[in-house]
Nanobody, 116 residues
């Protein structure tokens, strides 16, 4: 099993920045890709950013140019640098990983609130 714990969320003003972290533990040798999702109450969970074990990244159109996904494999940690934050970025952000045997695991989320 893989256990994921997100951190770094909080309250930030519009235009500000936050860096989210996702620490993986357990069977980390089995991790393939990792991704960030976000979800607001009453809405579907949205894919925000994904990164492969080789470092290739992709982003939702709504965050391109503002968010940057990175992965520090030696520490089994995923990061999401969020810049130029907007009120519509207010969501619970979740870390997800899938393994080479096609199992997936989720963290419990960290809340990001963008408000003046």
């Amino acid at each position: 099993q893989v256990h994921l714990v997100e951190s770094g969320g909080g309250l930030v003003q519009p235009g500000g920045s936050l860096r989210l972290s996702c620490a993986a533990s357990g069977a980390t040798f089995s991790i393939d890709s990792m991704a960030w999702y976000r979800q607001a109450p009453g809405k579907e969970r949205e894919l925000v950013a994904v990164i492969t074990n080789g470092g290739s990244t992709d982003y939702a159109d709504s965050v391109k140019g503002r968010f940057a996904n990175s992965r520090e494999n030696a520490k089994n940690t995923l990061y999401l640098q969020m810049n130029s934050l907007k009120p519509e970025d207010t969501d619970v952000y979740y870390c997800r990983t899938d393994t080479y045997d096609k199992r997936d695991y989720w963290g419990k989320g960290t809340l990001v609130t963008v408000s003046s």
